[in-house]
Nanobody
């Protein structure tokens, strides 16, 4: 019943831009912190950006100043605007929904591939 569906990934040249979208269903979207994570084969999944239910944002140092996370609660959608893309940004990007409870709850999307290469 819970679904997080990412879209917007693709192939882009270094310095280019992409916008990722994650549409959520089956959760009360507005009360969840939303995040974008990425993973490269052979490496652990890492947090890229997080936006809280209150709209506060946090970014990994590697993307700070280049990526922007935002959310539209009316559309149950979180976005990741990615600018000045680098080859090291190449990864599968996953959408995450996190509810701060004891225990906490996390939901994940299926991932969308972003490839940055010339």
């Amino acid at each position: 019943q819970v679904q997080l569906v990412e879209s917007g990934g693709g192939f882009v040249q270094p310095g280019g831009s992409l916008i990722l979208s994650c549409a959520a269903s089956g959760i009360i979207f507005s009360i969840y912190a939303m995040g974008w994570y990425r993973q490269v084969p052979g490496k652990e999944r890492e947090s890229v950006a997080v936006i809280t239910s209150g709209g506060s944002t946090m970014y990994a140092d590697s993307v700070k100043g280049r990526f922007t996370i935002s959310r539209d609660n009316a559309k149950n959608t979180v976005y990741l605007q990615m600018n000045s893309l680098k080859p090291d940004d190449t990864a599968v990007y996953y959408c995450n929904a996190h509810k701060v409870t004891r225990p906490s709850y996390d939901y994940w999307g299926q991932g969308t591939q972003v490839t940055v290469s010339s």
